[in-house]
């Protein structure tokens, strides 16, 4: 047997209040006596919200067995409320109200009351006062339709951190709290800022944030608790491509090994090796040591050794320092000098290749923004920009000279499986006159796809990567590969547009990211063919 379902009508006790009632709305149909009372309750607290303080119920009988009439009498509509609450609470965060008026006075609609008083509360909470209370007082009447009021606040003493507490990885480097989250002991108590720096862990690639951080509130000290979990940041990532030599008709092979070590030392620090070999008979070998927040400080320092050999042509080494500060989890902001020193190993003379030296200061900027959430694409968003300026000298010739380096790009989530991938490179090496043995390389598997590792150089090129991305699954998806360039080599006199057309997958296993590309390139006036094509396998492993 189904219950009875009782039914309300609220009136007003003239037809215009009847009216304004109906306007308003409120629920109809109940299963029981108790929700419809409730309702009654809550519609007569909205009546006050909106200015009919007083408001009374009349009535509330029962007209029949399911039929409940409620009566109300509205009475006067108050439109505003002026409360003078300067010198009581602070002027800024009166200002954020958006109701203070030339006098420090706060004129506020009716409707607006409740939640303004909400907002300058939690303001006064998020300034290290917790457990204040706010309470509107001495209510008047100015006039028919406006009222007047003051505020009476109990503040207690100012809560600060008094004692920060992790749990999960005791051993999270302490110099990320304070730099890098910048939570302190001492600092004013705010659980809402806290809780929006500490969502900052989750664009660090060593540890991330298991729960939100906790509070303990004893009569005199407040103990934060911040749960962290430290996260498998170590990669190996190695790669091989093959293709065929126009000219031999013979397939060759290229490829590199890149390995990362992230935090080992629980400081936050990295070290990276890269070895790169290719069908060109060139090999690089590169190391870089990031070590940040150096002895506690706000600025971090960084160290590359970069060496290149073409084939038995020449050999560059590149040193570089710099020191970087993090503005916040996402910017950062470098300078540093290099130095690079190039040796001609060929033994007759060239005019396009020589021993010469390069001094170079540069600034440098970099955006990052993550989605950790995302195993196979963990980084949303880069762009990282650098300018450097100085000198070279080669054959008692010394030359001033400017390079500007840009690489960025962004991942368009169109929805949870298609997305769209859009990477831009450049640099620009400016200069009176080039030297082939300084000018920068590109091409090849993370510059324009379908062309051998660093076949190319110029002193000035752009490259646009671009991919439609389909996610099969969490751990699979497909994509295409659509890219061009431009380039200009001063030393060759050489100038033009570079294509690479292709397809790929990945596939994330327990191993790690195994990735494939089949891709061919092209100059703008140059067919495809099958024999230009590249295949490149990848795997990069986390441990």
């Known amino acids: 047997m189904n219950a009875q379902n009782l039914y309300l009508s609220i009136s007003g006790v003239t037809e215009k209040e009847t009216k304004t009632i109906d306007s308003l709305g409120y629920t109809t149909a109940f299963d029981n006596y108790t929700a419809l009372e409730t309702e009654v309750n809550n519609f007569k607290k909205a009546l006050s919200k909106l200015g009919y303080i007083e408001n009374q119920l009349i009535a509330l009988r029962k007209k029949n067995d399911s039929l409940y009439q409620a009566d109300f009498s509205l009475k006067t509509r108050y439109e505003t409320i002026t409360i003078d609450a300067h010198g009581l609470v ?4 009166l200002k954020l109200t958006g109701f203070l008026e030339k006098d420090n006075q706060l004129i506020i609609p009716m409707a607006h009351v409740e939640n303004t008083l909400q907002g300058i509360n939690s303001e006064i909470a998020n ?3 917790p457990f204040n209370t706010l309470v509107l007082t001495n209510i008047k009447k100015i006039n028919g339709k406006k009222l007047s009021g003051s505020l009476s606040i109990s503040k207690l003493k100012p809560r600060t951190i008094d004692k920060l507490i992790i749990k999960g990885y005791e051993k999270f480097p302490k110099s990320f709290i304070k730099r890098y989250l910048k939570i302190k002991t001492g600092q004013a108590f705010s659980l809402d800022k806290i809780k929006a720096k500490t969502a900052d862990l989750n664009d660090l690639i060593f540890a991330n944030q298991i729960k939100d951080p906790e509070v303990l509130f004893t009569q005199d000290s407040t103990i934060l ?15 091989l491509g093959f293709g065929t030599n126009e000219a031999t008709n013979k397939i060759e092979f290229d490829g590199y090994l890149d390995l990362n070590l992230t935090n080992n030392l ?10 790169k070999s290719d069908e060109n008979d060139q090999q690089t070998f590169d190391l870089k040591l990031n070590a940040p927040y150096l002895f ?18 020449f050999v560059t080494v590149t040193q570089a320092a710099k020191i970087n500060y993090q503005i916040t989890s996402r910017h950062v902001i470098s300078a540093g000098a290099n130095t690079v020193n190039s040796t001609d190993l060929l033994d007759i003379p060239t005019t396009s290749i020589n021993d010469y030296e390069s001094n170079q200061f540069f600034l440098n900027y970099t955006y990052t923004k993550r989605q950790n959430y995302d195993f196979l694409f963990p980084v949303n968003f880069l762009f990282d920009i650098t300018s450097g300026f100085g000198n070279r000298s080669y054959a008692a010739i010394d030359e001033n000279q400017s390079n500007f380096f840009i690489t960025t790009f962004k991942i368009f989530n169109l929805n949870e499986k298609n997305s769209i991938y859009g990477r831009i490179n450049a640099n620009y090496l400016v200069s009176d006159t080039y030297l082939e043995n300084e000018l920068p390389r590109f091409g090849g598997i993370n510059s324009i796809r379908g062309f051998e590792e660093n076949s190319l150089i110029a ?14 699954n969490n751990s699979i998806y497909v994509h295409t590969v659509i890219d061009a360039a431009y380039f200009e080599n001063q030393v060759a006199d050489q100038k033009g547009k570079l294509f690479g057309f292709g397809f790929g997958f990945g596939l994330l296993t327990k191993a790690g990211l195994f990735r494939f590309n089949y891709t061919s390139g092209k100059t703008e006036n140059q067919k495809f063919r099958l024999s230009d094509s590249k295949i490149h396998l990848s795997l990069t492993t986390r441990f």
Do not use: H
């Open 266 to 275: 629980n400081y936050g620090e990295s070290l990276k090796l890269l070895y």
């Open 459 to 472: 002193n000035l090129y752009g490259v646009l990567n671009t991919e439609y991305r389909y996610k099969l």
């Open 296 to 313: 506690k400080s706000p600025v971090g320092v960084d160290f590359n050794l970069n060496i290149f050999k073409r084939d038995s042509s």
């Open 90 to 93: 602070d002027l800024s965060i």
């Open 225 to 239: 608790y911040m749960y962290i979990e430290k996260a498998r940041s170590n990669t190996f990532d190695g790669f």
């Open 127 to 129: 300034r290290g006062n």
